[in-house]
């Protein structure tokens, strides 16, 4: 076993010489290449041409020399497979013309075949592990339910989602059966892209933090439970929620493998609360990309100190931001794998 890809044996738990290292939306608009293509393909475009999924995913591998890959997509092709129409308009992101509503809007949702309405998910898969040839392993994705529901019921970006709040707090029974749609359609997802050959696949509840500790119960990470329950025993299941700490200590309970870490968390208190049950991934401020490549190289150090190199995978607390200069993304890679104790 011992060319197991470091990534892999993090994820493992196994004993390694320096934590592996890659970044949310690592393939993004801080590469100059990313942007090339995005001049000339519209954002849907890009995700469903497995040539150009592929070209983008690697591009973050080649260039900045992470330790693992992501696919390049995005988490709302599965409303999309459910049958909603989701735009992604310039300025704005995510955008629905018709938000889910009423119980009626629920109902007329599909739970897809999703071999015919996510195809071109399986074939960037299959094209992207040919590409790579084993240079690093290939992590698929897919949003959490109440993330998923906070664009289909909202209809478009928010700070607070408070309409896919308040339609979970006064249609409770239409909130649930579109959580269990989607849980059931995420599902059946995920376990094809393991089928395709995804090593590891990671659940992004980016809005998990705006419900209360009770809330998050129930209209998130009882969600979240089946699919780790679903998945657990043919991948490894990693589970970001954003602003999730209160619930550090049933995420670490619950069979997912790792967890990730966003930066309002110290490295000690996330240890505290999951009592090295699973592995940690995180947690570096995105921002903090923005300081000076030696404070970046300084702040690795004693992230990962606090964190301590085993069990754990260096990365940022959320996603890219797209004005990174490539260098100082490059600096912070650098700097994990130049770690020592
Ligand atoms: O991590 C990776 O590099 C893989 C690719 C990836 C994308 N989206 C590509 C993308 C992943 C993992 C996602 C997940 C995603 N998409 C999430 C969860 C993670 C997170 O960051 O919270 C969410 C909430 C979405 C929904 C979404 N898609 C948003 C909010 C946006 C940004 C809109 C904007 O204009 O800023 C997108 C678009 C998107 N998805 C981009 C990328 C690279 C930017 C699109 C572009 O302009 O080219």
Same mark, same amino acid.
């Given at each position: 076993m011992s060319n197991k890809h470091l990534f892999l044996r993090a994820l493992d738990g196994d004993k390694v010489e320096r934590p592996p290292v890659w970044m949310m939306?690592?393939? &993004?608009?801080?590469?100059p290449d990313f942007m090339k293509l995005r001049a000339k393909y519209d954002f849907f475009t890009r995700c469903q041409t497995p040539e150009l999924a592929t070209e983008i995913t690697v591009m973050p591998v080649n260039q900045? &020399?992470? *330790?693992a890959a992501i696919l390049?997509? *995005?988490?709302?092709v599965v409303p999309q497979a459910m049958g909603v129409n989701v735009e992604m308009k310039p300025n704005v992101g995510p955008w629905i013309e018709k938000p889910i509503q009423s119980m009626a809007d629920v109902a007329n949702l599909t739970v897809p075949n999703v071999e015919e309405t996510l195809q071109y998910v399986f074939d960037a898969i299959k094209m992207t592990k040919q590409e790579l040839n084993d240079k690093v392993p290939l992590i698929g994705f897919a949003g959490a339910p109440w993330t998923i529901l906070c664009y289909m019921v909202q209809g478009q970006g928010s700070k607070t989602f408070d309409k896919a709040k308040a339609f979970c707090f006064t249609q409770p029974k239409a909130a649930h059966l579109l959580l269990q749609k989607i849980t059931d359609t995420t599902i059946a997802y995920l376990k094809k892209k393991v089928e395709y050959g995804v090593d590891a696949v990671q659940i992004f *509840?980016?809005? &998990? &933090?705006?419900?209360?500790p009770a809330d998050y119960q129930t209209f998130s990470f009882n969600y979240i439970q089946q699919i780790i329950d679903a998945l657990k025993n043919e991948t490894k299941v990693i589970t970001f929620g954003k602003g999730t700490w209160y619930a550090f200590e049933t995420i670490s309970i619950s069979g997912t493998h790792a967890m990730g870490v966003d930066w309002t968390v110290t490295p000690k208190l996330a240890r505290y609360l999951t009592q090295h049950r699973v592995v940690l991934q995180g947690n570096f401020d @995105?921002?903090?990309?923005?300081? @000076?490549i030696p404070d970046i190289k300084k702040m690795v150090k004693e992230m990962i100190d606090g964190f301590g190199k085993d069990k754990y995978i260096a990365n940022l607390g959320h996603g890219i931001l797209p004005n990174i200069p490539v260098d100082n993304a490059k600096a912070f890679v650098d700097a994990v794998k130049n770690y020592t104790e």
């Amino acid at each position: 076993m011992s060319n197991k890809h470091l990534f892999l044996r993090a994820l493992d738990g196994d004993k390694v010489e320096r934590p592996p290292v890659w970044m949310m939306r690592q393939a &993004g608009r801080y590469l100059p290449d990313f942007m090339k293509l995005r001049a000339k393909y519209d954002f849907f475009t890009r995700c469903q041409t497995p040539e150009l999924a592929t070209e983008i995913t690697v591009m973050p591998v080649n260039q900045i &020399g992470v *330790d693992a890959a992501i696919l390049f997509s *995005d988490i709302l092709v599965v409303p999309q497979a459910m049958g909603v129409n989701v735009e992604m308009k310039p300025n704005v992101g995510p955008w629905i013309e018709k938000p889910i509503q009423s119980m009626a809007d629920v109902a007329n949702l599909t739970v897809p075949n999703v071999e015919e309405t996510l195809q071109y998910v399986f074939d960037a898969i299959k094209m992207t592990k040919q590409e790579l040839n084993d240079k690093v392993p290939l992590i698929g994705f897919a949003g959490a339910p109440w993330t998923i529901l906070c664009y289909m019921v909202q209809g478009q970006g928010s700070k607070t989602f408070d309409k896919a709040k308040a339609f979970c707090f006064t249609q409770p029974k239409a909130a649930h059966l579109l959580l269990q749609k989607i849980t059931d359609t995420t599902i059946a997802y995920l376990k094809k892209k393991v089928e395709y050959g995804v090593d590891a696949v990671q659940i992004f *509840d980016s809005w &998990g &933090g705006l419900l209360s500790p009770a809330d998050y119960q129930t209209f998130s990470f009882n969600y979240i439970q089946q699919i780790i329950d679903a998945l657990k025993n043919e991948t490894k299941v990693i589970t970001f929620g954003k602003g999730t700490w209160y619930a550090f200590e049933t995420i670490s309970i619950s069979g997912t493998h790792a967890m990730g870490v966003d930066w309002t968390v110290t490295p000690k208190l996330a240890r505290y609360l999951t009592q090295h049950r699973v592995v940690l991934q995180g947690n570096f401020d @995105p921002v903090r990309l923005l300081s @000076p490549i030696p404070d970046i190289k300084k702040m690795v150090k004693e992230m990962i100190d606090g964190f301590g190199k085993d069990k754990y995978i260096a990365n940022l607390g959320h996603g890219i931001l797209p004005n990174i200069p490539v260098d100082n993304a490059k600096a912070f890679v650098d700097a994990v794998k130049n770690y020592t104790e």
